[in-house]
């Protein structure tokens, strides 16, 4: 035939031109400056099917930077060394036999008064007073802010050990004897010196009493520092002596209020007084030292 038909689906012999783009790396970027999405007020025409539509750069001044860091140092210096969060005042609470004002003593002695509350370790505070105070079962420190410490005490049941001759009897927290002791107990011993009978489920003494003896043993060992070797009472419990391994004794007025009577005992040895026999400290608001 002079005329043949084409072959549509036949390809031709000439070369196909293909063009390809080369992967552009991603470069680091400051913190400060961000892609932002392709711009919408971008006319359509100025992308292309290769390298897409241009991306717009949103740049954060460095004065706004600096003033924000600097803006953050200021209030970190504020508040770890400003005088605004000192502790200046500890409160105890939930105490019965231990004194607020020993507490206190205790902790400003470590120079917890100069701490700042940020940087108080409270932990660390409640390891150091169960240590130091063995009455403490359990205790509790919050910070209040801006400059005070709450001291939460739960303390352990107040007991003594009654002895009357060779015999030793021990006390539960209302003063009914519970049980005989045999073995020494790290406990106030109190020696009846009048020796009246006793027996197990009697009702030696009174509550009151039992505070007032742990309160001022724990005083007089940790406040003052002195060594007690026994407590004695004789005929009655309105009189208590402690007596102290230096060779002197401490006469005490149960019935009146202990707090008063230890503060007469710390003017005492501030101003330089030894006893040598006895130191009395309830005789009509008077003290006697000899």
């Known amino acids: 035939m002079l005329f043949r038909r084409r072959n549509k689906n036949k390809f031709s012999n000439q070369p196909i031109e293909v063009y390809r783009t080369e992967k552009v790396k991603k470069r680091r970027k400051l913190f400060f400056i961000r892609d932002s999405s392709p711009g919408k007020s971008v006319p359509k025409h100025y992308a292309n099917e290769y390298f897409g539509r241009p991306r717009k750069k949103s740049y954060i001044p460095y004065g706004a930077v600096l003033l924000i860091l600097g803006s953050l140092a200021g209030l970190a210096y504020f508040c770890l060394f400003s005088s605004f969060f000192k502790i200046n005042k500890i409160i ?4 019965q036999v231990l004194l607020e004002d020993d507490i206190v003593k205790f902790l400003g002695e470590r120079n917890i008064n100069n701490k700042n509350l940020f940087l108080l370790n409270t932990n660390q505070v409640q390891d150091v007073l169960k240590n130091y105070y063995q009455r403490i079962e359990d205790v509790r420190v919050y910070k209040i802010f801006p400059s005070e410490l709450k001291i ?3 303390e352990k049941p107040s007991t003594v ?7 030793r009897y021990m006390l539960d927290n209302n003063g009914y004897v519970i049980s005989g002791v045999k073995e020494d107990l790290k406990m106030p011993i109190v020696v009846d010196q009048a020796e009246l009978p006793i027996k197990i489920g009697d009702r030696i003494v009174t509550k009151n009493f039992i505070d007032f003896v742990n309160t001022a043993d724990e005083s ?15 005929q009655t419990t309105f009189e208590l002596k402690a007596h102290i391994n230096s060779g002197y004794y401490i006469v005490f007025d149960t019935d009146s209020d202990i707090i008063e ?15 040598k026999e ?9 003290v006697i030292i000899k």
């Open 220 to 234: 007089l060992k940790k406040r003052f520092g002195l060594g007690v070797d026994i407590y004695s009472v004789n």
């Open 261 to 275: 009577q230890l503060d007469k005992l710390t003017k005492i040895f501030q101003q330089g007084e030894i006893a």
């Open 152 to 154: 939460k005490i739960q």
């Open 92 to 95: 105890v609470v939930n105490n």
């Open 161 to 167: 050990v009654w002895q009357v001759g060779d015999q």
């Open 278 to 286: 006895y130191i009395i400290l309830s005789i009509n608001g008077r």
